[in-house]
């Protein structure tokens, strides 16, 4: 007599999908789109992705959960691989002047502040509670638009002490939110006003750096290199003092100027460069070659009218891996992924699928990561459902939030309705 095969107990099953967008497949077009399957997870990882007759033969589903997905489109968690979380206050005033006349002399005369200087001012001044209350609202909207995991940059404090408060701020957000969040120092986002820009880089690579290291604060370092920022030699310096600690490299490169920092990403083989808007083709070649991503923000560049918007559809055509990202900070205020997709379909050329894609598994690659980002046997169970007939209403609804579900961990921890 032959033994029955004990069958595996699961914890969550999601039932009838439309489509499941897997984000499985080659190249940046390939998203591996299934029809009416089922999705069975145990123990916060997906253990089996197939029909209806397959999950039940091969998994006990007595105890578990199951949520009838119906009619919608289930896809992996966005991953925001770029954004500047932690801040205080807000620049509006120079938004909404800019809105109609971008000259930096006029907007002056009228008393407004622009620039990043007073946001610094105000995130050095206001206690770590204050900040940690402020982020968490944008953290949980973001989480209700279909974003489970977010890396969240320092670099709006410039000194030793204020930077890290806002790491500290940052490891908060993960530990009481459901979020993931990835913690970058980037002390090296400007120059504070006491000191020259030599006197503060030896501040970031003598002090900043060793304290967040051994503090354990952050699992990245960045710079922005660009015209009257840093150097490529003087980035090289920083981010090769933040392996020194264990932070991998990251770099904000070629936002307005190209000075050797996309070249630099490739050379280091980092994990990101971020921005693009001026990297020449010979270096985009270089990048996809050591396999290094580019973060784009299409929703930076429609916010501050770009001069020169970054070329992706040229960076997707040489097999770059690309990424896309909000950007979150006080100069681009946006909380949606779906609204930067939006614009990366309809201004910069991506096809919907690529789109997708570099929201989920590309952030994933960003940020080293190859626990998420798809839906795949023994991935992450982070997942969103879309209350839409098809992916494609990704790029058509606009200004609407299709997400009605958010799955982290396997736990079902946003929902427009009841879940039983």
């Known amino acids: 007599m032959s033994e029955m095969k004990v069958k595996t107990r699961v914890d ?57 997905a119906t009619g919608k489109v289930v896809a992996p968690g966005f991953v925001d691989s770029h954004t500047h979380l932690i801040f205080y206050g807000n620049r509006v005033e120079e938004y909404a002047a800019k809105l109609i006349d971008e000259n930096p002399e006029r907007i002056k005369k009228l008393g407004i502040t622009i620039g990043p200087n007073r946001t610094v001012e105000l995130t050095r001044n206001t206690p770590a509670e204050e900040l940690l209350e402020e982020a968490k609202k944008r953290l949980m909207t973001m989480l209700k638009h279909g974003i489970t995991t977010v890396e969240s940059k320092s670099g709006y404090g410039l000194t ?11 490891r908060r957000l993960g530990e009481e939110t459901p979020l993931d969040v ?29 304290k967040v290291g051994e ?38 490169a070629d936002a307005y100027s190209y000075i050797g920092g996309s070249d630099l ?25 050591a396999k290094v991503t580019g973060v784009l923000m299409p929703a930076l560049d429609f916010a501050v009218n770009h001069k020169q918007p970054f070329k992706a559809r040229t960076m997707l055509d040489l097999g770059m891996n690309i990424a896309l990202a909000t950007d979150l900070c006080p100069a681009c205020y946006t909380e949606s992924m779906q609204f930067v997709i939006i614009l990366a379909c309809r201004l910069y050329k991506f ?17 080293g990561l190859d626990d998420r980002g798809v839906i795949q046997e023994g991935k992450k169970a982070d997942l969103q459902f879309w209350d839409v007939p098809t992916y494609k209403h990704i790029a058509y609804y606009l200004g609407t939030n299709i997400v009605d579900t958010v799955i982290k961990n396997g736990r079902v921890v946003y929902s427009r309705w009841p879940v039983h």
Request: glycine share 6%; proline share 2%.
């Open 182 to 210: 990835f913690n970058t120092f980037l002390g090296a986002h400007g120059f504070p006003k006491n000191l020259t820009k030599s006197e503060y880089l030896k501040v970031i690579v003598n002090e900043m750096i060793p």
């Open 265 to 289: 990403a490739a050379e280091m083989k980092m994990v990101s460069v971020d921005h693009l808007n001026y990297t020449p083709v010979a270096v985009m070649e270089k990048l996809a070659e």
């Open 160 to 170: 030793t002490e204020s930077e890290i408060k806002i790491l500290e701020v940052s």
């Open 12 to 68: 969550l099953v999601i039932s009838n999908a439309k489509e499941i967008v897997t984000c499985t497949g080659d190249g940046m077009g390939e998203i591996g789109v299934l029809k009416n399957s089922w999705i069975a997870i145990k123990d916060e990882k997906i253990v089996g992705i197939a029909s209806e007759e397959e999950i039940k033969n091969l998994f006990d589903l007595e105890y578990s959960t199951r949520i009838d």
């Open 215 to 252: 503090l354990s604060l952050a699992e990245f370092c960045d710079v922005w290199c660009d015209d009257g920022y840093f150097t490529a030699a003087e980035s090289e310096v920083i981010l090769k003092k933040g392996l020194e600690y264990g932070m991998k490299p990251k770099i904000h």
């Open 351 to 367: 096809s919907v699928e690529e789109a997708i894609k570099a929201a989920t598994y590309g952030g994933a690659k960003a940020l």
